[in-house]
């Protein structure tokens, strides 16, 4: 029996994962696997429950489980907690703790999405990238860090660092994706003000030479984010330190439509996995049944395929998603401009439910 730990979080966590959930029920059950689900706190529900962001119960069993299913973490209700107490650090320590190093977050535009981006049809037609942000290290983890009171004037510093060790492990994960895509690897960096990505370059250079079958390129980060907007479907799999990885990734997801569409996967080498949205906990609309449970679902897609090795169940969620679009459903996210008649949270699981069980 596979254990999977769901970990709700905040604002519309507790929707999505809901959807997601009944997803991976129906599915585990057509192809005859056992799913036993536990659940726990994270971020600012756990705060309020237990007075961390991340209790350490929660982090062993997390531990004891084959996969974690997260929803979202935060809200303003919580911003005027002291950084180091606030959700984010929940987040941040639970991917430290597992050692989820690996951040894999799929592009890709649905056909009947194509005219929900905020770009022109023909220039986002065809998207299908993937990036791989490096999870664990840079600057949100680099020493040292803080603020300080230096003759008078207040001064903040964070300290951006990466090992040859961590850089090679995760242009590892990216090569190796490439290799089952298009077999193209775009590097991007500021390796002509930040020494820390020159290193990023010899070491990722040095790998290149382990997949002769694989294009590299490098590329700056600034050029990078506006050729995502020019012309995002020249990229295949794109690999990057955390800070940059952060950025860009968010920009591919507005790219593709809407964040309520963009899956991720926190990968490691201690075999547990962790899936979520990309998109944030939307308190503006938590409770409401507003929220779009398909990045979530694509999520659990990504669990079926990476943590349960169960590809063929991962491609019938996906298709069951696809399917749903193509009939012309949607979340009030998707529909541009407002015009049109919205699903709700708990419809849109519906549909997605149906599909699955006609095909």
């Known amino acids: 029996m596979?254990?999977?730990?769901?970990?709700?979080?905040d604002g519309i966590g507790p929707e999505v994962t809901r959807e997601a959930r009944r997803v991976l029920e129906a599915v585990a059950e057509r192809h005859g696997r056992k799913l036993a689900f536990e659940e726990?706190?994270?971020?600012?529900?756990?705060?309020?429950?237990?007075?961390t962001p991340l209790a350490d119960d929660v982090v062993e069993l997390a531990r004891e489980c084959g996969a974690?299913?997260?929803?979202?973490?935060?809200?303003?209700?919580?911003?005027?907690?002291?950084?180091?107490?606030?959700?984010?650090?929940?987040?941040?320590?639970?991917?430290?703790?597992?050692?989820?190093f690996a951040n894999l977050r799929p592009a890709t535009v649905f056909p009947a999405l194509s005219g929900a981006s905020s770009l022109r049809p023909e220039v986002v037609e065809g998207i299908d990238m993937l990036v791989?942000?490096?999870?664990?290290?840079g600057i949100y983890f680099g020493e040292p860090r803080g603020r300080a009171l230096v003759e008078g004037v207040r001064e903040a510093r964070n300290t951006m660092v990466y090992d040859?060790?961590?850089v090679r492990r995760i242009g590892r994960v990216a090569f190796e994706a490439a290799r089952g895509r298009r077999r193209h690897v775009t590097h991007v960096h500021k390796a002509n003000v930040l020494e820390v990505s020159q290193l990023w370059m010899e070491v990722v250079d040095e790998l290149a030479g382990d997949y002769p079958d694989v294009e590299l390129h490098h590329q700056l980060v600034d050029s990078c984010a506006m050729l995502l907007v020019r012309e995002p479907a020249r990229f295949d799999v794109i690999v990057?330190?955390?800070?940059?990885?952060?950025?860009?990734?968010?920009?591919?997801?507005?790219?593709?439509?809407?964040?309520?569409?963009?899956?991720?996967?926190?990968l490691g080498e201690g075999g547990v996995g962790l899936y979520e949205p990309?998109?944030?906990?939307?308190?503006?609309?938590?409770?409401?049944?507003?929220?779009?449970?398909?990045?979530?679902?694509?999520?659990?897609?990504?669990?079926?395929?990476?943590?349960?090795?169960?590809?063929?169940?991962?491609?019938e969620v996906r298709d069951a998603v696809s399917r749903v679009l193509s009939d012309g459903h949607r979340t009030a996210d998707l529909i541009l401009g407002g015009d049109g008649e919205a699903l709700g949270c708990r419809q849109m699981g519906d549909r997605v439910l149906e599909a699955l069980a006609a095909s």
Do not use: C, Y
């Open 278 to 315: 990309v998109h944030g906990s939307a308190p503006d609309i938590a409770g409401q049944d507003l929220a779009n449970p398909l990045a979530t679902i694509l999520s659990a897609a990504m669990l079926l395929e990476h943590s349960l090795a169960a590809p063929e169940a991962a491609a």
């Open 132 to 137: 791989v942000r490096e999870l664990t290290g």
């Open 240 to 266: 990057t330190g955390n800070l940059f990885g952060d950025i860009l990734s968010d920009e591919a997801a507005m790219i593709t439509g809407s964040l309520g569409m963009l899956p991720s996967a926190s």
């Open 164 to 166: 040859e060790v961590e």
């Open 68 to 100: 974690v299913l997260l929803g979202a973490v935060g809200g303003p209700r919580w911003d005027d907690m002291p950084v180091d107490t606030r959700p984010e650090k929940g987040l941040l320590r639970i991917r430290k703790e597992l050692g989820l």
């Open 2 to 9: 596979d254990r999977i730990l769901v970990l709700p979080g």
């Open 40 to 51: 726990g706190l994270i971020g600012g529900a756990s705060i309020d429950a237990a007075g």
